[in-house]
């Protein structure tokens, strides 16, 4: 009897070492998750992508939001005013993808076939379902709200810009 109660005793201290094990393995894992590795993740190398004429146009890119302005005639619509690369690009396209009682989302985007080019200020129409009224704008990800001088400006630009 005595070489029976000895084996269970073996049995249940291997059954506790191997839960320590598991515990500390979990334990590890989950810190390194949380706080990342010490060895750098490699990045995939890009791409190339040589574009020699308009026809092979790249994917399209947001394009820069430098000012917003009210239709006068229409309350569903504002000009945007965009940063575009002189020749070097297809025509911006505006896109109202989401709009509520909140706020109205809007997407700008154009393809650039080539780099290197001069930028220069164009104007493009957004329209929304229902007059905008002052409700912000999400332009591009970058939020532009109704100053107190009826203008829109951008929502969360620094005092030194």
């Given at each position: 009897?005595?070489?029976?109660?000895?084996?269970?005793?073996?049995?249940?201290?291997?059954?506790?070492v191997?839960?320590?094990?598991?515990?500390?393995?979990?334990?590890?894992?989950?810190?390194?998750?949380?706080?990342?590795?010490?060895?750098?993740?490699?990045?995939?190398?890009?791409?190339?992508?040589?574009?020699?004429?308009?026809?092979?146009?790249?994917?399209?890119?947001?394009?820069?939001?430098?000012?917003?302005?009210?239709?006068?005639?229409?309350?569903?619509?504002?000009?945007?005013?965009?940063?575009?690369?002189?020749?070097?690009?297809?025509?911006?396209?505006?896109?109202?993808?989401?709009?509520?009682?909140?706020?109205?989302?809007?997407?700008?985007?154009?393809?650039?076939?080539?780099?290197?080019?001069?930028l220069?200020?164009?104007?493009?129409?957004?329209?929304?379902?229902?007059?905008?009224?002052?409700?912000?704008?999400?332009?591009?990800g970058?939020?532009?709200?109704?100053?107190?001088?009826?203008?829109?400006?951008?929502?969360?630009?620094?005092?030194?810009?």
């Amino acid at each position: 009897m005595k070489a029976s109660g000895s084996a269970w005793f073996g049995y249940g201290i291997a059954v506790v070492v191997t839960f320590l094990v598991g515990m500390l393995a979990f334990t590890v894992f989950v810190l390194s998750k949380v706080f990342g590795s010490s060895a750098p993740e490699e990045k995939p190398a890009p791409e190339p992508q040589a574009v020699s004429s308009p026809s092979a146009a790249r994917r399209p890119v947001a394009v820069g939001v430098l000012e917003v302005q009210a239709v006068k005639g229409n309350p569903q619509q504002v000009v945007l005013i965009v940063a575009t690369p002189t020749g070097c690009a297809q025509e911006p396209q505006v896109v109202t993808y989401a709009e509520g009682g909140g706020a109205i989302a809007v997407r700008v985007t154009q393809r650039i076939y080539r780099s290197g080019c001069h930028l220069k200020t164009d104007s493009v129409l957004a329209t929304a379902k229902a007059p905008i009224a002052g409700r912000p704008l999400l332009l591009n990800g970058v939020p532009w709200t109704m100053g107190a001088d009826g203008e829109y400006e951008q929502a969360l630009r620094t005092a030194t810009s």
